[in-house]
């Protein structure tokens, strides 16, 4: 079964560190999402991303952050220089055209110390 | 605003059905998701609802009242891996996919 992957599972880095989180979506979507959840919180949108630009995204989404997708199956999520706040568990999704449903990736627990 | 609630816990006991309550107030809607989450998992999509009534899905059935602003997440048989987190989303018509998530509810099943 097609499913979206996220790497790595577990990412512990500095304050002020830049880091990239990794997402290979399904294969023939074209709606791509990512998402983020602190620990014991909800679910936040981050942005969305389709024809190769942002479609949309939240006010947490700000000159901090930046997406990529630089080949025809990564779509990257990059924090340029994280702060404490950023730790949470960050998810990608996918979604085929004309379908209402998003896979989510397994996530990436993100640990700014 | 933008506000959907939920319980914040239920406790139900395996083989019974139990029913999950999500009321919201957005300023737009286009459809409402329920999402299953075990701690430390990703969200898996459950079912979709656009228009009023109920949809069936083998052991769950979520139901929709849009001009009450509430819907329901309804499952039977319950069995022990059922325990998890219940994401109600709503996702607004002026959004290509950005949902609006509830704090979701912790579902646990005793035995």
């Known amino acids: 079964e097609p499913e979206v992957t996220q790497t790595p599972s577990h990412q512990v880095t500095q304050m002020g560190q830049e880091v990239i989180l990794r997402c290979v979506p399904i294969?023939?979507?074209?709606?791509f999402y990512w998402y983020r959840q602190i620990l014991g919180q909800k679910v936040e949108f981050l942005v969305s991303f389709y024809n190769n630009e942002i479609s949309e995204k939240s006010e947490i989404f700000d000159d901090q952050f930046s997406v990529e997708r630089p080949d025809g199956s990564n779509f990257t999520l990059k924090i340029r220089s994280t702060k404490l706040e950023d730790s949470a568990m960050y998810f990608c999704a996918s979604r085929g055209t004309g379908a209402t449903e998003a896979f989510f990736g397994q996530g990436t627990r993100l640990t700014v110390v | 605003g933008q506000n959907i609630d939920q319980p914040t816990e239920m406790t139900a006991t395996e083989g019974a059905i139990v029913q999950i309550n999500c009321t919201y107030q957005t300023s737009g809607f286009n459809g409402l998701f329920w999402y299953q989450q075990h701690a430390g998992e990703a969200p898996t999509f459950l079912s979709y609802n656009v228009l009023d009534g109920l949809e069936e899905k083998g052991r769950f059935s979520s139901f929709l009242s849009r001009s009450k602003g509430y819907s329901y997440l309804l499952l039977k048989e319950l069995q022990m891996k059922d325990s998890a987190s219940y994401l109600c989303?709503?996702?607004?018509?002026?959004?290509?996919?950005?949902?609006?998530w509830g704090a979701g509810t912790k579902l646990i099943i005793k035995p």
């Open positions: 989303a709503v996702r607004s018509p002026d959004s290509n996919y950005q949902l609006i």
């Open positions: 294969s023939n979507h074209l709606y």
